[in-house]
């Protein structure tokens, strides 16, 4: 049975802090819904409705398109471990580029990383749990590198480009907000 909350408890910070994966669904008023899975060190819980998370420089760039024309925003959490549990955090967010004032503080919560493209700022205004009886279990093994590598040569240079060459848009064709 789902339960539906104001505003995170101190569980559901705890439980957040546990998870390896995150999910972050976001869509503009027309196109495709996108849906995309997030690890690392990427997420923090600010204080009771409000989440920042970290974006790394990847093949798309769809939630900063759809939030520049509908803030809203669901991010979701599932235990593949012993306790079953989905969490889901509803709300508005913003994206602020690399470039943008206010970028800096938030930016400061992570590790640094040559890759960090943006940060959104969310305020959760409905917190759901559900169940959770159907994920499977399954165990984390290690975060991948990969990505971190591939920043890492590119450099601030190659990072840039690559942002003007795949970035620019959505899948859809909708402009993202990253500076030129």
């Not at 900063?64 to 979701?76: D, G, I, K």
């Not at 009886?133 to 499977?136: G, K, L, N, S, T």
């Given at each position: 049975m789902a339960k539906r909350f104001d505003a995170f408890s101190d569980d559901h910070t705890r439980f957040i802090a546990e998870q390896h994966i995150f999910f972050v669904a976001s869509a503009a008023p027309d196109g495709r819904v996108n849906l995309s899975p997030k690890g690392g060190d990427a997420l923090r819980v600010t204080g009771p409705n409000r989440l920042v998370w970290r974006n790394l420089t990847g093949s798309g760039n769809e939630t900063?398109?759809?939030?520049?024309?509908?803030?809203?925003?669901?991010?979701?959490w599932c235990s593949f471990t012993t306790r079953p549990l989905i969490l889901r955090a509803y709300g508005t967010a913003r994206v602020l580029h690399r470039d943008e004032d206010g970028f800096a503080d938030l930016n400061a919560l992570f590790p640094a990383h040559p890759g960090a493209r943006q940060v959104y700022d969310m305020t959760v205004d409905l917190v759901q749990t559900s169940c959770g009886?159907?994920?499977?279990f399954m165990d984390f093994v290690a975060d991948r590198d990969t990505l971190d590598t591939w920043a890492e040569k590119k450099g601030e240079d190659g990072i840039r480009a690559y942002w003007t060459e795949k970035?620019?848009?959505?899948?859809?064709?909708k402009p993202t907000g990253l500076p030129q």
């Open positions: 900063a398109a759809h939030l520049l024309e509908s803030p809203r925003m669901t991010v979701m009886y159907a994920v499977p970035n620019l848009t959505s899948v859809d064709g």
